[in-house]
Structure formats: C-alpha cells, structure tokens
T-cell receptor
Framework: DADVTQTPRNRITKTGKRIMLECSQT?????MYWYRQDPGLGLRLIYY???????NKGEISDGYSVSRQAQAKFSLSLESAIPNQTALYFC?????????????FGPGTRLTVL | KNEVEQSPQNLTAQEGEFITINCSYS?????LHWLQQHPGGGIVSLFM???GKKKHGRLIATINIQEKHSSLHITASHPRDSAVYIC???????????FGPGTSLSVIP
C-alpha cells in the first residue's frame, strides 16, 4: 500500500464550487505539506503543518484553507474554486525537525476548474 | 531572475548516453535535493546533499556550494529514465525549500 495517498486523483468542477482534497499517510510523520504544480513552474507551497495543532501559510495560500484532522490526515479546501486554480496538487510528508529528512509525496490530484 | 534555475529545460538522448542536468541557485542553502517525476505524475526523492557527491546506481549528484551549482548525471541512460528531474534547494526545514522548474528528459531506444 502507498505510504501517502490522495483522494480524489482527478476532479473536474465548476467555478464557485467548494472542493476538498484529502491526504492520508501511514509513515507516522508529523510534518505534512500541500503543493501545487503548474506547467513550467516549480512546485509551490500552499500550506504546511508541523503537527496537529500547527498550521502555517505557504507561498500561495490565498483562496485555500486546510485542516489537520489527525497526525495522518491533512485536507486542502478550495472554498470557491476559480479557473486559475486548475493545477496538479501534491501532498507530502516528512519526519523529524530537520530539513535533512526526505520528503515523501502522494500521487497527486489533477484538478480542473471550468 | 528565478532563485533556482535548471538547464536544459528539455533533453532528448539516445539510450546508453551519459546525461548531465544542471541546477544553479542564488540563495544560501543548507541542502539541495534532486527529485524525479514520472509521466504519471508521481514524485520520488533521489538525493539530498549538502556537499560533495552522492551515487546511487547509475545516478550521480554533485554540488559545489561556493559556485551555487549542482549537477545530476545519469550513466548508461535507459528509456525508463525518461522523466522530469527537479532540483530543489532548502533551508533547515522543508517550508523553506524552493523548487526549480524541472528538466524533462526523454531517452529514446
């Protein structure tokens, strides 16, 4: 079984709809991240959480919100989706307090907003 | 100017060729990462290094901290190496990591 899972894998929605992307991990890591990837651009950090009670904005948090329901679950919400939020979204985890620990990525969610 | 740049942007090679992908960065870092993204989208970490050189199978990663430059080499390339290779530079925590735009590699039989 995959260590980091994302649901759904693909989603097409309409402008103005509320969307939730879910991430679960079995690695026992405290740290979880949400990124978006756009063609020609590097991964950009949306939100991150270093433990259940810790939520932090990343580089591009506007239009997004997150919930850390448990150590293993980190959800990303688009309150009112807009077309420029069409992208590939990745969840990732890492362990420990040092950035020297490897990051593990989920398979990605392809979101299209019409 | 982007903080992390990669070259080339796209690369096509014949099977068996030696491949080099370059990464240059403009910020101070504690670690540099190389990742591989397969056509299906999945991302896998290949290397994390802060100095010198690391080798894993046919992959070799080097870093020159003074020149703010890293290279990823693939020896005896194979079609299964076809992927996007991403360089990322970081501080002491992943919330400070900056990702490059990636290099798309296609290895032709």
């Amino acid at each position: 079984d995959a260590d980091v899972t994302q649901t759904p894998r693909n989603r097409i929605t309409k402008t103005g709809k509320r969307i939730m992307l879910e991430c679960s991990q079995t690695k026992g890591h405290d740290r979880m991240y949400w990124y978006r990837q756009d063609p020609g651009l590097g991964l950009r950090l949306i939100y991150y959480s270093f433990d259940v009670k810790d939520i932090n904005k990343g580089e591009i948090s506007d239009g997004y919100s997150v919930s850390r329901q448990a150590q293993a679950k980190f959800s990303l919400s688009l309150e009112s989706a807009i077309p420029n939020q069409t992208a590939l979204y990745f969840c990732a985890t890492s362990g420990g307090a040092s950035g020297y620990n490897e990051q593990f990525f989920g398979p990605g969610t392809r979101l299209t907003v019409l | 100017k982007n903080e992390v740049e990669q070259s080339p942007q796209n690369l096509t090679a014949q099977e068996g060729e030696f491949i080099t992908i370059n990464c240059s960065y403009s910020v101070g870092i504690s670690a540099l990462h190389w990742l591989q993204q397969h056509p299906g989208g999945g991302i896998v970490s290949l290397f994390m290094l802060s100095s010198g050189k690391k080798k894993h199978g046919r992959l070799i990663a080097t870093i020159n901290i003074q020149e703010k430059h890293s290279s990823l080499h693939i020896t005896a390339s194979h079609p299964r190496d076809s992927a996007v290779y991403i360089c990322a530079v970081g501080g002491t925590s992943y919330d400070k990591v900056i990702f490059g735009p990636g290099t798309s590699l296609s290895v032709i039989p």
